[in-house]
């Protein structure tokens, strides 16, 4: 077993801003993998379950050295990362988070 935590973010873009949101979301990626603790983040785009007509299904899966680097992710970088996506994009995509920890590589 190992400290390693997964930290995923689940979005459904509306396709009509897919490819600015796109654009937006690596810089976003690149922001937060530069933080302490981060051992990098892989994209993902979702093919199953399909996601609904007119909209995109994308998977964001960091990766963290420990459930401590996540905590100080939340309390003091999250809430401002957040609002600059809602700002830009709100209304036009949803998101969902799940936290997950390494038992083996």
């Given amino acids: 077993m190992t400290d390693e935590t997964i930290y995923e973010v689940s979005l459904d873009v509306d396709a009509a801003v897919a490819a600015e949101f796109l654009v937006w979301l ?5 922001e937060i993998c530069a933080l302490p603790g981060f051992l990098g983040a892989d994209l993902h785009e979702v ?9 995109l299904a994308l998977c964001v899966r960091y990766r963290l050295r420990d459930a401590a680097a996540l905590e100080t992710y939340l309390r003091d970088h999250a809430p ?3 609002a600059e996506g ?11 988070r799940r936290v997950m920890r390494v038992l083996s590589r």
Avoid: Q, T, Y
């Fill in 47 to 55: 093919d199953e379950p399909a996601p609904a007509p007119g909209r």
């Fill in 86 to 96: 809602l700002a830009r994009f709100e209304g036009r995509f949803g998101a969902s």
């Fill in 80 to 82: 401002r990362m957040r």
């Fill in 26 to 30: 690596r810089a976003h990626i690149g």
